[in-house]
């Protein structure tokens, strides 16, 4: 039992996860267990995938928002703080820092890498700054030595980047700074929906445990609770699976960055059309979308209907978050306030990209793409 792909003729989904006998297998054994929630899968989940990316500690949680939302409080960020973060991300990495009433001061990204630019950061900084949110966006790694020099706490957003490597050789997720990943179905591997903060402070990886479990601590009795907290908690089922899909992730990592090359070989001299970047001086990503840039002047919604036309899915990806009409109520912000983010996010297009793509399907979103930018 695998996924099924896509019959041929039919449209070319986004994202298709790779689960099968080993997930099923894994579900099965727990289910026959009886325990299907607080059992022992959980540390073997997180003592699993603290080795993989380095760490000393993993706390296993259940979404990549709940891991963000646990660290940003571990690392002390409260009411009335700033934190400084990409607008060139997924929704949560913001909303979390409101979660805590603190506030997400934005700053702009790097073009090349698309990652919070670590100069116009630091030029955020102001004295209620109480902690730096740097998202791998994409799986490029963010460059944490720089952020690091900034002196202040650092919580990660990796929700997208299990199995990206820093220049120094350090996997993210293992510099201990908490480090939030996320396991939705599109994600490197996935447990349904699921995540896992990482750090190397014992003290904030035993927070985070209690406060995924409404602030009980471990030495407490049944329904005894001491702090507030909340309930984050990842169930033995889909830490089961997770543990099924760390075991082949080098495998779907390795097929990932082949569906990466042949995409790169289908687009390449595609006019104006710009590609995500190429690894640079020993960073390097973990393939998790393949994100183009439509040409400048061509209207990339119109390229998202063209290419639904020709069988083929696509999504604008990611927009501006300073841009949602949520933060522009709350916040007030503008058009013009971020340039870089906005041009990207304008022209920004995710193409449909999964482990079991092959050579024909990939050649048949570039010939899609080839005709709707015609
Ligand atoms: C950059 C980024 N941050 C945060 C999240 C939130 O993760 P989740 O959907 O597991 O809550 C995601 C994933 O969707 C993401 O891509």
């Known amino acids: 039992m695998t996924a099924r792909g896509p019959a041929p003729g039919e449209a070319i989904p986004l994202a298709r996860p790779e689960v099968g006998e080993p997930e099923a297998a894994a579900v099965a054994a727990v289910l026959a267990s009886g325990q299907l929630s607080m059992g022992p899968r959980v540390a073997s989940f997180e003592t699993a995938f603290a080795a993989r990316v380095g760490a000393a500690h993993a706390c296993a949680v259940s979404s990549g928002t709940a891991g963000l939302h646990l660290a940003l409080r571990a690392a002390g960020v409260g009411d009335g703080d700033e934190v400084v973060t990409s607008p060139f991300s997924f929704v949560a990495s913001a909303n979390v820092v409101l979660y805590e009433r603190a506030r997400p001061v934005f700053a ?31 799986g490029y790694p963010a460059d944490l030595p720089a952020f690091e020099r900034l002196g202040l706490p650092l919580v990660e957003d990796a929700c997208e980047a299990l199995g990206a490597v820093h220049a120094d050789g350090l996997p993210v997720g293992g510099r201990g700074h908490p480090a939030a990943f996320g396991f939705y179905a599109n994600k490197q591997i996935t447990t349904g929906e699921g995540g896992m ?7 904030m990886k035993a927070r985070m445990d209690s406060e995924r479990n409404q602030g009980r601590a471990p030495d407490m009795g049944w329904l005894d609770h001491d702090r507030l907290g909340f309930n984050y908690r990842l169930s033995d089922l889909a830490c089961a699976v997770g543990l099924a899909q760390l075991e082949r992730l080098d495998g779907m990592l390795a097929a990932r960055a082949r569906v990466a090359a042949l995409y790169r070989e289908a687009l390449a001299g595609m006019e104006g059309l710009e590609l995500p970047c190429a690894d640079t001086g020993g960073d390097r990503r973990s393939w998790f979308v393949f994100v183009v840039q439509v040409p400048r002047g061509r209207d990339r919604d119109e390229t998202v209907r063209a290419l639904a036309q020709r069988g083929v899915q696509s999504k604008p990806y990611l927009p501006a978050i300073h841009l949602m009409s949520f933060y522009r ?37 570039a010939e899609a793409l080839h005709s709707a930018l015609a």
């Open 197 to 203: 903060v990482t750090t190397g402070d014992g003290a």
């Open 108 to 138: 702009d990204i790097d073009p090349r890498t698309l990652n919070l630019d670590p100069q116009a950061a630091a030029a955020a900084i102001t004295p209620r700054t109480a902690a730096v949110l740097p998202v791998h966006i994409f």
């Open 329 to 365: 109520e709350r916040f007030g912000h503008r058009p013009g306030e971020f340039p870089v983010c906005e041009d990207v996010a304008s022209r920004s297009l995710a193409l449909p990209f999964f482990p079991r793509m092959d050579e024909g399907q990939v050649a048949r979103v």
